[in-house]
C-alpha cells in the first residue's frame, strides 16, 4: 500500500529506543536545516529478544506514522530493524528511499591486519540471515565472531551507561572476541556506541572498534533534497515522553526537545 506523500518533507529516524539517537546526532551535524522527526519504539523495547515477525510489524506501523508526519526518507537507525524488516519496508513503499544501518563488515575486512573480526550485536540480528549474507559476501575469508549481547539494551534504556553489573556483561560478552585474537570489532546495535568506553576497556586497546553512524547519516545526506525553512526536531515514543525526555538530557546533554506520546498499543 503506497501512502499519499504530504507536503511537508521531513527526514523519519526511528529506532526501538534511545539507540538512535547516536544516528540522529550525525544527521544533525550533517543535515543542519533538515526537518527530522525521531520515533523511539521505547514501549517495545529491547527489539533484540523479539522475533522477526514481531520486528516487522513495528516497523512497517512505525513507518506509516513517519510518513504519514510527512517523512519523505526513512532512516531505519536500528541493525535489528534493518536486518529483519528494510526488504519488507522497500516492498510496500517502493517510492520511499530507506537507509539502512548494519554492520560496516566491509570496511572492518579492509581495517583488520590478522583477518579476525568481532561483531557485538543483539541476539536478532546475530541470528539473521541478513548478517550472515553480507559476512558471506564481503569476509568469507575472514573469521568473524558474532555475539549476541542480551540485556545490553535494557541497561542503557534505563539510563545505567557504567554500572558494575553493566561492565560485567560488556566483559562477558567481549570475552569470546578476545579469546579467537579479533583485532578489529564491529558495534552492530545503534546503543552500543552511547557506551564506547566500556567495549574499548574489555576488549583492550590492541583492538581497534567501528562504528557506523556517521556512515549512515552520510547516506542519508546523499539522497537529502535540501528544504527552504528551519530545521525541526520532532521526538515521538511509544512509551513515556517524560522518562524520554529524562534520558535526553541527562545522556545527551540536549536541552529539553518537545516529546510527545505516540499513541501505539503497548505489547
Ligand atoms: N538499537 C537497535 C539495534 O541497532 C535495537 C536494540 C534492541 O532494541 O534490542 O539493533
Redesign the pocket.
Known sequence: MQTDFPTRREIGVF???V??FTVLRELRALIPGARLRYLADTAY?????RTPDDIRARSVAITEHLIAQGASLIVI?????TAHAIEALRARWPAVPFVG?EPGIKPAVAASRNGRIGLL??D??AASARLHALIERHASDHQVVVQGCPGI?DHIEAGDLDSPALRALVQRYCAPLRAAGVDTALL????YPLIEPLWHEALGADVQLLRIETAVARRAADLWQPDAGPPVLNIDTSGDPAALRGWIEHVLDWRAPDVRRWPAAAG
Open positions: 529506532d526501538s529506543g539507540g538512535g523495547a529491547p527489539y533484540g529478544p537507525a536500528c541493525n535489528t530493524a544501518t550485536a543483539t536478532a540480528t539494551v552492530g546495535c545503534t546503543h
